[in-house]
């Protein structure tokens, strides 16, 4: 399974951002979708993910600010980022996990200026 994210950027704080995650499968038959950060000398965490069955759960760092969704029809997942602070500036990666294996896509920098 091949994942490409996209949408990161500049942003100023406050600001809003979408990223997405296209994957090469069907995403309905993975177990869970979800994104994960890792800021510069951090390491990665959990962002937000979201199961087949449509439950989703958060870091407590971001809850009320993002939304993450799934379009599977699109075999997509989404990131809707709201409310940004320069702590979230981090490369954000999708995570697919289907089959008992773990897929990771390539990452897209999300900065958030002051």
């Known amino acids: 399974v091949q994942l490409q994210a996209s949408g990161g950027g500049l942003v100023q704080a406050g600001g809003s951002l979408r990223l997405s995650c296209a994957a090469s499968?069907?995403?309905?038959?993975?177990?869970?979708t979800g994104w994960y950060r890792q800021a510069p000398g951090k390491q990665r965490e959990l962002v937000a993910r979201?199961?087949?069955?449509?439950?989703?759960n958060y870091a407590d760092s971001v809850k009320g600010r993002f939304t993450i969704s799934r379009d599977d029809a699109k075999n997509t997942v989404y990131l809707q980022m709201n409310s940004l602070t320069p702590e979230d500036t981090a490369v954000y990666y999708c995570?697919?996990?289907?089959?008992?294996?773990?897929?990771w896509g390539q990452g897209t920098l999300v900065t958030v200026s002051s």
């Open positions: 979201i199961t087949t069955g449509g439950t989703s």
């Open positions: 995570n697919l996990v289907r089959l008992g294996m773990n897929y």
């Open positions: 499968a069907m995403i309905a038959s993975a177990y869970r």
